[in-house]
């Protein structure tokens, strides 16, 4: 069983850059695949980027493609997620997850996943 911790977050301007890292221990990181999604307050939990196991693979929301990418480092046990040019909109708690199954398009639904971490807050000012 995979446990994951989510570290990066914080307090950035309106069109600047944060780096989230996903940490994950407990399990054999390589045999999941990993998405990051987030929730603003009063809102449900929506879904950001996706990567399969080996990196070959990525998904994005609508709202995030060309400004955000998802990484990962199985080396390292971790999946990443630059941010650029942050909008305010984007203020959130940010999600890691990760589930073993390959579910392709259905990456996108949080529902999917069977591990979650703790989150991190990102907060982006006007």
């Known amino acids: 069983q995979v446990q994951l911790v989510e570290s990066g977050g914080g307090l950035v301007q309106a069109g600047g850059s944060l780096r989230l890292s996903c940490a994950a221990s407990?399990?054999?990181?390589?045999?999941?695949?990993m998405g990051w999604f987030r929730q603003a307050p009063g809102k449900e939990r929506e879904f950001v980027a996706a990567?399969?196991?080996?990196?070959?693979?990525?998904r994005y929301a609508d709202s995030v493609k060309g400004r955000f990418t998802i990484s990962r480092d199985n080396a390292k046990n971790t999946v990443y997620l630059q941010m650029n040019i942050l909008k305010p909109e984007d203020t959130a708690v940010y999600y890691c997850?990760?589930?073993?199954?390959?579910?392709?398009?259905?990456?996108?639904?949080?529902?999917?996943?069977?591990?979650w971490g703790q989150g991190t807050q990102v907060t982006v000012s006007s």
């Open positions: 997850a990760a589930v073993v199954v390959d579910y392709g398009l259905e990456l996108t639904y949080a529902r999917k996943y069977n591990y």
């Open positions: 407990g399990g054999t990181f390589s045999s999941y695949n």
């Open positions: 990567i399969n196991r080996r990196g070959g693979s990525t």
